[in-house]
């Protein structure tokens, strides 16, 4: 449980950073206060989490012939399409990630995984 967390909060920073410095990528939050604008980072940072574990698994299984072609590269694209598909799911709550195109969705995830991979190591989450 303590491991989640962790990754929670780490997601959710990393999410900040991001949407600080990705000028494409917004989080909206549902009130203007603090408290509300961290709780909706962190719905965030569960709804990213959750398709990238559900449906980021099945297209990197389907992919992988792509993934050994571009030498990796096709991550970026499949990373990129996982946040647009987090901001759409979002968009059902009537407050959260934006994200205003493709290419901006693909360099949001770039930065994304550079910060949360970053404060990974920062940040060790123990072993259950």
């Known amino acids: 449980m303590a491991r989640f967390l962790i990754k929670l909060f780490v997601n959710a920073v990393a ?11 917004h989080v909206l ?10 709780v909706t980072y962190l719905v965030m940072a569960f709804i990213f989490g959750l398709v990238n574990s559900i449906v980021g698994t099945v297209v990197r299984v389907v992919a992988f012939p ?7 590269l096709f991550a970026l ?5 996982l946040l ?3 901001a759409w ?3 059902f709550l009537g407050f959260g990630l934006v ?5 901006d969705g693909v360099l949001g995830a770039l930065v994304l995984s550079i910060v949360s991979w970053l404060l990974g190591l920062i ?6």
């Open 123 to 128: 940040v060790r989450a123990p072993r259950d």
């Open 66 to 72: 792509l993934y050994v072609l571009t030498l990796g």
């Open 89 to 91: 799911f979002s968009g």
């Open 99 to 103: 994200v205003d195109g493709f290419w």
């Open 77 to 81: 694209i499949v990373n990129g399409a």
């Open 29 to 38: 939050s549902y009130a203007p206060d603090t408290g509300a604008v961290i």
């Open 15 to 25: 999410l900040w950073v991001t949407a600080s410095i990705v000028s494409g990528v």
């Open 84 to 86: 647009l598909l987090s």
